[in-house]
């Protein structure tokens, strides 16, 4: 990180989001515009930034466990509850920093509820998430009791709508979150780890390393993650809706996970390319509304870019390049 | 009893005792109009489920099911509504392209050798997005022959009704049962979920078993949808969100391993009949609220895995744990 080498920017996920970028320009010409006004930066650009905060802050947490090889579905429901966590107790007349800090300590302990079932009871990640994603809304409505539960507290709405420098806070927490991460996950063996769990569970066991603890570490940062996300989600509507709050993000999220190369077979991964991942879903779903097509475009847009994706990561893309290098090391696809 | 009906037992155990004490709550729950009902409204769930075991029982998984439920309500309602179409005509043609949308999720999933969860998750927003692309709109269905069907049911003595779609939906279960049990395809998919490279070694045709599988689950799924239209006389985009999280959760309940390899087609049905008690319990109870469904379907959901893995764990002392997916 000390230095920027220009090869490494040429990679494909900073490469396609430039395209979409530019295509955004070509449709709406004035996508880059940006104003200065009543102290924060306004213009569309911006805009991605603020709407995918979110998507890349659960894409931090979610790409931790797909590189263990796993999945976690239930942080769209998690982001519901602490949202309704944190909107209940703030209108119960808690004070702010508690009503946050109780919301991310629920997230942390529904994302290590996940972690205990997929490590110590060793269900698959999909079905033991499956569990809290289903469960999670109807917790969630528990809470609120059935209400959009609404408030004015200022300090968890400057969270929400407020701004840093310009530049609104959301995208800011996500920034931040996204280097922490990475360098706990780099400047530490704890990356390493992760991965020889992604490749090899038992192999990683035997070499030593706990890979309980560290499943149930990456499932609870996934949880915090959705936390961060749901409280961001309400501060920004002021509101704790639990039926709609983080509805599909947590595919979002993997979207935007495999865009930044992650595989989903677990091992390799990059959680800045993830966050990248994440602006370039809000890129082509900002440029989508703002040329004045149709939102439901949206949906088949990101359908044709998982059908690209997916053809550039196959390994028979793979073999039939390596073919016309004429490479003496053929792929041998299982 | 053999080892493997277990977990089929158990969910029949289970449903009985639940439904038990449901009729010990509310006697009026045990009726013939109550369990004419329970088909009735879960039929449409209880066709897609199906698709779901095979696809679930060969070690994959299907998103894309609920999405296809919406386009093919939105398909056959635009198609006799704004078009004119007859209804058995509409029908050929929605299961013709959800069986050719099904082909090419599963030649997707084989070819580039991806797995399931991805491509189903695109071919999900490719359906959603195409539905809410040809109308925003619930768009109704007037046509005499839909009513003509909404009025086919059996009466049974108590006031109970058997559906068309209710029996339709028990058809389903009962050559799904024979597809799976009795057929080479069904040998197939087993072979296909227990361990992909034995199957090839085995000379299991992967690459066409793959297609045929997810081409079954879109053609359910499409059927499903038609149902649903029967159900709600009408075709909407936003129709059956979720479904397919239902349909997984039934299959779960009904002692499939997600792993692949090992289910029961009926075992599913016994799910769905579950996941239909807990709403109706919900209804007759009347103070509880409606998000109650959820949070028992998840408890349900955890409780039939942990004792999974404890009737495995039981049944096979000397094996190795096996190894996660």
Known sequence: ?334 | MKRSLRPLAATAVIFIIAYAASVLQFPSMLSTRVLGNFLTDNAFLGIAAVGMTFVIISGGIDLSVGAVIGFTGVLVAVLISWLGVHPLLAFVIVLGVAALFGAAMGAAIHYLKVPSFIVTLAGMFLARGGASVITQDSVPINHEFYSAISDLMIRLPGGGRLSFIGLLMVAIFLLGALLAHRTRFGSYVYALGGNPVSALLMGVPVARTTVQIYMLSSVLAALSGIVFSLYTSAGYPLAAVGVELDAISAVVIGGTLLTGGYGFVLGTFVGVMLLGLVQTYIIFDGTLSSWWTKIVIGVLLFLFIVLQRIIFAASAPGEEKPEKA
Not at chain 1, 14 to 22: N, S
Not at chain 1, 74 to 103: D, K, L, Q
Not at chain 1, 134 to 153: H, K, M, P, S, W
Not at chain 1, 314 to 328: E, H, I, Q
């Open chain 1, 1 to 334: 990180m000390k230095r920027l080498h220009l090869e490494r920017l040429a990679n494909p996920q900073l490469l396609a989001l430039a395209a979409v970028l530019l295509i955004n320009w070509a449709l709406f010409p004035n996508f880059f515009r940006i104003t200065w006004q009543d102290g924060r930066l306004f213009g569309s650009a911006i805009d991605v930034l603020n709407r995918g905060a979110p998507v890349a802050i659960l894409a931090i947490g979610m790409t931790g466990v797909i590189a263990t090889k796993g999945v976690d579905l239930s942080v769209g429901a998690i982001m519901a509850v602490c949202g309704a966590v944190a909107a209940t107790m703030v209108v119960a007349g808690y004070p702010t920093p508690i009503a946050v800090t109780a919301a991310l300590g629920v997230g942390i302990v529904c994302g290590l509820w996940n972690g205990f079932l997929v490590a110590v009871l060793d269900i698959q990640p999909i079905i033991a998430t499956l569990v809290l994603m289903v469960a999670g809304r109807g917790i969630a409505q528990l809470i609120t009791e059935g209400y959009i539960v609404t408030f004015n507290d200022p300090t968890l709405i400057f969270i929400g709508t407020g701004s840093l420098l310009g530049f609104p806070m959301a995208a800011v927490i996500a920034l931040v979150l996204m280097i922490l991460v990475t360098l706990v996950v780099k400047r530490t063996a704890i990356g390493l780890f992760i991965q020889a769990i992604g490749v090899n569970r038992s192999a990683a066991s035997l070499a030593g390393i706990n890979s309980r603890i560290l499943l149930m570490l990456v499932y609870g940062l996934s949880g915090f993650c959705a936390a961060i996300a749901g409280i961001l989600v309400a501060a920004d509507i002021r509101g704790a809706d639990a039926n709609n709050s983080g509805l599909w993000l947590e595919l979002d999220a993997i979207l935007a996970v495999v865009i930044g190369g992650t595989s989903l077979l677990g091992g390799k991964f990059s959680i800045p390319l993830a966050v990248v991942g994440a602006i370039i879903i809000q890129a082509m779903n900002t440029g989508i509304l703002v040329s004045g097509f149709r939102p439901e475009f949206n949906l088949i847009v990101k359908a044709g870019m998982i059908i690209l994706i997916l053809m550039l990561q196959s390994p028979l893309v793979g073999t039939a390049v390596g073919f016309f290098k004429r490479d003496d090391k053929r792929v041998v696809s299982k």
